[in-house]
């Protein structure tokens, strides 16, 4: 047990969770909140360091702050990512954490869970995570395959996917048997590292896989080692309200003529096209004229770096670096493209939903995929 705790705990620490996700236990509802921080210790990002009063100001993936304090008596240790045990870990001192690094501070989290003193550090250098995730990501492009979901068969454990080839789409039928390591996206996060252990009787047509493995001669089978779904829509629409308060945008779906609100989170990315690119995706410039982009189909949303909820300026945009959707302002582009991943459909009369007509690779809206680990 102690084991396997360590092995979750190095696994949120390099930020690679998902891999080692179990059924959660009972646990008091100040912790659902953040699996970051246990009763015992807190893992997360160094965003401040002060020697002077001895402190560390982690930020959690969730968004929880939480302030380390160290000691003379304080353990520092090094830890290689993708290690699972510490037997591998070297001594290091305080003045060898830096700003950026992934930190897992052991020791009693006070009752508020935003601060704790910290008996041993155990340190993930910012830069060797990046090459781990790096090198993790070439290989799922070289050696990975993407497509949508068009049949499932639990009983011969088998999924059949279309994919995208230069001659056009063609069928791939993929085994997934016990030994295939098998996951789906949480239903509210579109982090790798949150998906889920799952099953061939989860996955559903029109959803969207990636796999990793070994195709075949003739590319009509793919064996996998890794497999991840998830079902994801790629929307295009008019936006109605922007409301930084709450981080929802309703938008007017232009395919369907149902308003959705868009929720937008923490770590989601927000882009603008630029007038060229807006006149490629909707056969006009930059002011509002006919034209609008083809039908929806699903995707999933692409992963960028992380920031705070944009919040909107009178008549400009938002999102990291100015960009993200206008809100409000005359000119600009108003029919926006919006890579949603969480969606919720405006009930119809009598409390159901109109089902997503969303199905099939089709061409016209930019295909997002799932993301990379």
Do not use: C
Request: charged fraction near 20%; hydrophobic fraction near 40%.
């Amino acid at each position: 047990m102690r084991a396997h705790f360590l092995a979750i705990a190095l696994a949120l620490l390099t930020g690679t969770a998902g891999a080692y996700a179990q059924t959660p236990q009972a646990t008091p509802a100040s912790q659902q909140a953040d699996k970051g921080i246990t009763p015992n210790s807190a893992i997360g990002e160094v965003k401040a360091i002060d020697p002077s009063s001895s402190q560390l100001i982690l930020k959690t993936d969730v968004g929880s702050v939480v302030t380390v304090t160290v000691t003379d008596k304080t353990v520092y240790m090094r830890l290689a990512p993708g290690e699972t045990t510490l037997a591998n870990a070297t001594k290091i001192a305080l003045a060898d954490v830096a700003e950026g690094d992934r930190v897992w501070a052991r020791g009693k989290v006070s009752d508020d869970q935003k601060s704790v003193p910290a008996a041993a550090l155990i340190v993930m250098n910012k830069a060797d995570i990046a090459k781990k995730q790096e090198a993790e990501r070439a290989e799922w492009r070289r050696r990975g395959i993407l497509g949508v979901v068009a049949a499932v068969n639990p009983e011969k454990k088998q999924i059949s996917i279309s994919t995208r080839s230069m001659a056009g789409t063609r069928p791939v039928i993929i085994p997934v048997d016990d030994k295939v390591d098998m996951r789906r996206y949480a239903p509210d996060s579109i982090k790798f590292s949150d998906a889920k252990p799952s099953t061939v009787s989860e996955v559903k047509v029109g959803d969207q896989l990636r796999a990793l493995g070994e195709r075949s001669t003739d590319g009509t089978r793919f064996t996998a080692e890794k497999v991840v779904t998830g079902s994801f829509r790629t929307v295009a629409g008019t936006v109605t309200v922007v409301d930084a308060a709450t981080g929802e945008v309703k938008v007017n779906d232009l395919q369907t003529k149902q308003q959705l609100t868009v929720v937008v989170k923490q770590d989601a990315v927000l882009r603008k096209f630029p007038a060229a690119g807006e006149m490629m995706m909707f056969g006009r410039g930059p002011v509002g004229g006919p034209g609008g982009p083809p039908t929806g189909q699903p995707g999933a949303p692409a992963q960028g770096p992380s920031g705070g909820r944009p919040q909107p300026a009178a008549g400009g945009s938002t999102g990291p670096g100015g960009d993200g959707i206008r809100a409000g302002g005359g000119g600009g582009m108003k029919d926006t493209l919006l890579n949603m991943m969480a969606a919720r459909q405006q009930q119809q009369p009598g409390g159901q939903s109109a089902p997503n007509p969303a199905a099939g690779l089709g061409s016209g809206i930019p295909q997002f995929g799932i993301g990379l680990p």
